[in-house]
Structure formats: C-alpha cells, structure tokens
C-alpha cells in the first residue's frame, strides 16, 4: 500500500509576523521558513506505517515555489521514499491545492493519505476535507491516533467535547492533530541521502487542473494591539482591582 | 439573498455555537434559515425555532445523520444549497470536519473562522495565529463559511420559526460511528465561560490542576490549559486554548503558569481582561495582562481562592 503525505512550507513557528506597511500581505521576505508542524506530524505517521510494515511507499507531496523542495527534502530525509513537487509560484487557495492532489491520488492510487489538519500561516483547516469530498474518500480528520485494519481504519478524532473513534473504509485521508505522535529530526547521512532520492516536478496544466480565484484579499491589517496593563502586589490587590475596576467578579 | 446555518446540536438542543453563528448570518442578510440534522433530534429543532431572526428550520431526522458524519452531513448540505447564497456553520470542530467537503462538492471556495461580516462579499479573519486579520472578498455564487463564534454576540430565543422535514436521506456509507470519549465536568463549557482559569507547565503536574479547580468553583469559571500543560498529560486535550486548540474570549482569563507563547495567545487574546500569575516577570504574558502577579502560582492560586 501507498500512502501519499503532503507537506507545506510556511513561516516558522516562531517567527512573529510583520504586516507590510501598504497592507497588502505580510511580510514574507527574509522571514525564515519551514516545514508546517502539523505536515511533521503526517511525515512522522507515514514513516510509522512503513516501519510498520502496513505501507510499502511514502510520496511527499507539496504544491508551491521552487523553494518548496527544501521541505520535500526534509520529507525525504526523514524516510519518504519519493517525492513530487506541483510547482506554482501563485499562493493557492485550499480549494485548487486539494484539485492538483485529487489528480496525484488519482496516479498513485494510495491507501491513505494524510496531510496536516492546518497551515499556520492562512489558518483554514480545509485541505483535507475537501480533498475527501473531491475523492470520494473517507476523513478522519484532527487524528490523534490511526490504526490501519486490513480494508478499514479506526481512527480517534479530536473534538470538541474529547476524543471520537470511527471507523472509515479503506482508502482514506486522514488529518493530523498535534498528539498524534512526535516527529523525530533527520540525521545528517538521512539528509545526504535524501539528495539522490527521485524529486519529480509537475504543473498544474500537466495535471490537467485549472486553477480558479475564489477569494481575493482585500487588504492585511494587523489585529488590534493590547497593552500591558499593571502588576499588582500581592493577591489582595489582585482581588480588590478585580472586583472594583474591572468588575469582573 | 437566502442563508442556511448549520446547527450544532446534541439532538435535545442547539448548542450556543449555533447561537452565535445566526447572529453572523443576520448581519448578511434576513433570510436565515437552520439545518437540525441528526437522529431523534426533534426536541433540537424545536430550540432552533425559538432563535431569533430565524424564519425557517429545517429538521434531518435520520439514523444516517448520528453524530453528525462529515460524508453524509455535505452531501445532505449539498442538496439543500440549490437557491442558497450564504452555508454558515460554526467553527467548532464540527464545523470544521464538514464545511471544506461542502465547498468542494460545489466547487467554491471556503472563507474559515470569519470575525466580521463587513458586507454580504467581504469578510474579516484572522490569519498567522491571530497575529494580523485579513479582508477577504468572495468571488463565488455560494459563499461556505464557518464562523469564529466568540467574534459574535449569541443570537436571542424569542422567535417562532416554522418547522419543515427534509425527507432526503444522504448515506455515503464510508464511515460509522464507533464511539466516544467525552470529557465530564460539571463547570461551564470552555467556549462559552464568562470567566476561564487557564493552567501551563508551571502547574507541575495534573493533581495541582486541583488548585485552579477550586478557584474555578468560586468564580464559576472553566478550566483551561495551555499546549504545554496538556502535552506534559497534565490535563486532556479538550482543555486546550490555543490556535490549535479553543479560541474562548471570556469576560476574565487568569492565566496561571503561562508563558504566553504566540500559540496560546491566538486563543484567548481577545478576553476582555486577562490576568497573569506568573513567577517568571518576564514572560510574555505580562505584555498583555490587564493585571499581573509576579508570585509563586502554589502560594498565589490558594490565597486567591481564599479570598474569594
């Protein structure tokens, strides 16, 4: 069985953003980037079910600029076996990114697929979900836990009130949480390596996908700023400024 | 202009998400119409009929629709949207699971976690952790959106909307139902607290989680964590506020061994008053605390308890 991982580059999480001053976007230059986290957490489980001797092949997947084969080499080092590179120099929304995957899945006929369940740049959360509805494949979305059974998976979600257990049909796509498990680093000869595994290079005409504008951005501001307000001394004071300024309790 | 929101529901009644989602779908348009789709959930669409502003409500009662399946609920979706031009549903986890499948089937974008309708095209969101907020414009005929439910007020409960059956019975047939883990507690839901008790990694361990309980009895607050807390298995994951976990913008967050990295701040910075105690007067968290406490938490949260 194959299974397909999907990978993003975004700003690293550390990185405080920066909104251009023409409000246009923000600022991406000179930002350092990285892998998304939640697509380190799909890398890790794709790996596990090849360790695991459920998946034969892990395909890292990512749709971007030329850039983005760094992070497909990290893929790469980290144990997938090949990658494909969908390179646009555009910012895709969610909705073509999931058309040029569905065209991917439909080459490699994977048994799953697992992207992250977010970016951390855009925030959208739909990639996946789309990707389910574009496929006909199941979702197990915000996965905290996939165990993979012959023709079906049981897969723990995590939602709102806890944690919910499906059951999907085989194939699936799956969409990682934080706790699904700990994404290991890459070690030095693994990044060497991963320099003379197979990179393919695609378009999106030789997919055969027509990307559409569904939104357009208006303009980026930045959120309303929060001042620092004042230390109180003891918890005596704590309370009094709760209860006679604030008047919150 | 014609609007269906999506309920969120535990079959008996609506949830307040959906309460905040009717208030985003009345500042775009009049026409609001809410889909109750689940199984013996008819007690929920009589509670959906009392939201205001709503003219319609649209019950889904079948086996097919339990727990709210993502395969069969965007297809059902599907099937209603024809004359629609605004799907809204909230931005909870459900919501989540199933409007990006709806936008696809109907081969239109997504606009996630709106925190302002500033016409029936444009929206406002966050973006990179809530670190800057873009305007976006819809340029498709049907508009998918899920809503940040703490961006809006809750919708109130004097309306007297009618009640239709939608007989269509949607079974993809790919997933099923196996069960759940869900999470008891007898204080307020997380989302929808006026006062939220948050605990980091400087609470040591899960039984210390006990002090902020006690606090939270007083105050009748929930109890929150931070990213730290719950990877280090203090507490369970649905207490989490952050950009990947609960957004909650309470009336006060106390934020008790908390740094405040950028991740925990997109989930509670928009609390009208945030107070810190933190032994640590450097953390970030002091940068936006209305009133911060530069003490030991296991000194200060019993003190705090006893004085209230």
């Known amino acids: 069985m194959k299974v397909i991982v999907t990978v993003k580059r975004v700003i690293d999480y550390n990185v405080k953003v920066r909104v251009k001053a023409d409000g246009s976007d923000v600022d991406l230059n000179n930002v350092k980037m990285a892998m998304n986290p939640f697509c380190e957490i799909a890398v890790e489980e794709a790996i596990r079910l090849k360790e695991s001797g459920t998946a034969t092949e892990v395909i890292a997947v990512s749709v971007g600029p030329k850039a983005c084969q760094e992070q497909l080499r990290t893929a790469l080092a980290l144990g997938a076996d090949r990658a494909i590179h969908i390179e646009t120099e555009e910012q895709l929304e969610s909705l073509n990114v999931a058309k040029l995957l569905a065209k991917v899945i439909e080459q490699e006929q994977p048994g799953v697929v697992i992207l992250g369940k977010q970016a951390i740049d855009t925030d959208n959360n739909q990639t996946g979900q789309m990707l389910s509805a574009l496929t006909g494949m199941a979702q197990g979305t915000f996965a905290s836990k996939i165990d993979i059974q012959g023709d079906k998976a049981i897969v723990i979600r995590e939602v709102d009130g806890g944690l919910q257990t499906v059951e999907l049909a085989m194939p699936i796509i799956a969409t990682t949480d934080l706790r699904l498990n700990e994404p290991r680093y890459a070690s030095l000869p693994n990044i060497m390596k991963a320099k003379r595994k197979p990179l393919e290079v695609k378009t999106a005409e030789e997919l055969g996908v027509t990307i559409k504008a569904h939104t357009k951005l208006l303009c980026v501001g930045a959120p309303a700023e929060r001042k620092a307000g004042i230390k109180v001394a003891d918890v005596a004071e704590l309370v009094d400024k709760l209860k006679n300024e604030a008047k919150v309790i | 202009m014609s609007i269906l929101v999506i309920a969120e529901h535990d079959n008996d009644s609506v949830k307040n998400s959906t309460l905040n989602t009717v208030t985003a779908a009345l500042a775009i348009a009049d026409d609001v119409t809410v889909l109750v789709a689940g199984s013996n959930c008819q007690s929920a669409a009589q509670s959906a009929a009392k939201i205001t502003g709503v003219s319609k409500v649209l019950v889904a009662d079948n086996p097919v629709y339990a727990n709210q399946l993502a395969e069969n609920m965007r297809a059902l979706i599907v099937e209603l949207a024809a004359g629609k031009t605004h799907l809204l549903a909230p931005a909870t986890t459900s919501g989540k699971n199933i409007m990006p499948g709806v936008a696809a089937l109907l081969d239109v974008g997504q606009i996630s976690e709106i925190i302002k309708v500033e016409s029936a095209d444009v929206f406002e969101r966050p973006v990179y952790a809530g670190n800057a907020v873009a305007k976006v414009q819809s340029l498709d005929a049907i508009k998918v959106i899920t809503v940040r439910t703490t961006a809006f007020e809750e919708a109130g409960e004097t309306g007297r909307a009618s009640i ?143 004085s209230l």
């Open chain 2, 164 to 306: 239709e059956e939608v007989s269509a019975v949607c079974d993809e047939a790919k997933s099923k139902f196996i069960g759940e883990e869900v999470a008891v507690s007898e204080r307020p839901e997380l989302t929808s607290a006026k006062i939220v008790i948050s605990g980091g990694r400087g609470m040591g361990n899960g039984e210390n989680f006990g002090l902020l309980e006690a606090v939270a009895d007083k105050l009748g607050a929930a109890v929150g964590a931070s990213r730290a807390a719950v990877d280090a298995g203090f507490v369970s994951n649905d207490m989490q506020v952050g950009q990947t976990g609960k957004i909650v913008a309470p009336d006060l967050y106390i934020a008790v061994g908390i740094s405040g990295a950028i991740q925990h701040l997109a989930g509670m910075k928009d609390s009208k008053v945030i107070v810190a105690i933190n032994k640590d007067e450097e953390a970030p968290i002091f940068s936006i605390a209305d009133y911060g406490l530069v003490a030991d938490l296991f000194e200060a949260v019993p003190e705090l308890e006893a």
